[in-house]
């Protein structure tokens, strides 16, 4: 097996993740990277060898012979790079959310249908163990059929990483419901097997807008600091912010299902909780690490936390998000080369942004509910 010819645009930052799919001599070999910073492209060469195509242009990078590539700059930038990509190369692994607009999407979508281009969305989520057990759990008729979930979302490193460089402002991000809730929208959609049809919002700049910014000249600096609390003893936040530090949603589901999805940036502890509510039960997770405990609940009670069984989802390996990054490239690398059907897809991932841009829409307009359009391609 000859290795796939692999290119990163966005190479630094979250491109890092590309680094599971240099494996030289066993099936993929990144031959070229592309970042406007030049230390990171300096510093990669030590992960991809000196005879790397390094670029600052990713023009340049698809001039490459390539096949397969992968798009990690920010969500701004999806939508060139991704329909620039797709007249030269047939395989690319698009980070979320996949742009971020509803059209924006949907001109990608069509390209690639277009073009025969394989694309896959990085909703690594899907491949976390523990997202794949509440699954399990679910297709096994643990808790019957689905009627409700919900999922509340505490960020404590949302005052550093969200509210100080690009994804402070709406124009490179629509909004965090979007850019942060694609993720947790994603889960909410792929356990419930159904799609958000209908939404409606209420949202709120309450906390970063009213803390000391960044000074002229100053770079941002985005990276989590554990001494950086309380946020109001915080500063360094971008001037121009505009989105959402706050954000609450309902979704009307496809199959009579009712979701809710809350996301706060300004908490003290980080923890994703799902609860899925069936006829039979109900499971919730605390914590999205592979030995966070899914607590199922099936028996008439009163109050008891840990519910009727435990379940942990275990660990798979040591790459980031409890595994799931090597996960998910190792089904990019063989989705690349045979086009199986994989666990995250690109309508999927069209979804969570169509529902996180309506969401948006609705808790910019009074909350007005905003139906999910049909995907145009
Ligand atoms: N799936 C996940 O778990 C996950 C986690 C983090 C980030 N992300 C996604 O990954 C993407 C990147 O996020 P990030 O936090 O690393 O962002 P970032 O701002 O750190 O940018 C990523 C890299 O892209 C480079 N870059 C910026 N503009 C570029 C351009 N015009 N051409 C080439 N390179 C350019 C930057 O220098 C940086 O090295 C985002 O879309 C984000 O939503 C996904």
């Known amino acids: ?45 030590s992960d991809y060898g000196n005879d790397v195509f390094a670029t600052d242009d990713y023009r340049e990078l698809l001039e490459q012979e390539l096949d397969a590539l992968f798009v990690c700059s920010p969500d701004f930038l999806h939508e060139e790079h991704a329909l620039a990509a797709m007249d030269r190369v047939k395989a690319i692994y698009l980070e979320k959310p996949m742009t971020i607009t509803i059209d924006g999407c949907d001109r990608v979508m069509r390209k690639a249908k277009e073009n025969g281009v394989r694309l896959f969305v990085g909703h690594n989520m899907r491949y976390m163990s523990i997202i794949r057990k509440m699954k399990k759990l679910i297709d096994n008729d643990e808790i019957g059929e689905v009627k409700s979930v919900w999922c509340r979302h ?22 965090l419901l979007l850019q942060k809730g694609a993720h947790d929208i994603d889960v909410i959609h792929y356990l419930c097997g159904s799609y958000s049809t ?18 002229d000249g100053e770079k941002p600096d985005a990276t989590f600091n554990e ?96 595994g799931a990054d090597e996960e998910i490239v ?17 309508y999927a991932a069209r979804m969570a942004v169509a529902t996180g841009y309506c969401a948006t829409e609705s808790l910019r307009n009074g909350g007005q509910p905003q139906d999910i359009p049909a995907c145009n391609i």
Not at 161 to 166: G, H, I, K, L, V
Not at 198 to 215: C, E, I, M, N, Q
Not at 298 to 313: E, M, P, Q, S, T
Request: aromatic content about 10%; some cysteine; overall charge positive.
């Open 1 to 45: 097996m000859t290795d796939l010819k692999i290119g990163v645009i966005g190479a630094g930052g979250r491109g890092r993740i590309a680094r599971h799919a240099h494996k030289p001599g066993e099936g993929s070999r990144v031959t070229a990277i592309c970042d406007i910073a030049p230390e990171e492209l300096d510093s990669l060469k």
């Open 198 to 215: 209908r939404v409606s919002a209420f949202g709120a700049l309450s906390v970063y807008d009213k803390l000391p910014t960044l000074k």
């Open 154 to 175: 505490f960020i404590n490193y949302g005052g550093d990483a969200y509210f100080r460089d690009w994804h402070a402002e709406r124009k490179y991000t629509t909004g």
């Open 227 to 322: 001494s950086h609390w309380p946020p109001e003893k915080c500063s360094g936040f971008n001037p121009r912010m505009d989105v959402e530090d706050q954000s609450s949603m309902i979704m009307q589901m496809e199959k009579g299902i009712i979701g809710a999805y809350l996301q706060c940036h300004f908490t003290p502890d980080s923890c994703r909780n799902y609860t899925v509510i069936g006829t039979k039960g109900r499971i919730e997770n605390i914590g999205d690490g592979p030995e966070s405990p899914i607590m199922l609940w099936n028996r008439r009670r009163g109050f008891d936390c840990i519910g009727d069984k435990v379940f942990r989802g275990g660990s798979i390996n040591n790459s980031g998000h409890g």
């Open 330 to 346: 190792k089904d990019f690398i063989s989705y690349a080369r045979d086009g199986h059907e994989t666990v995250a897809t690109a």
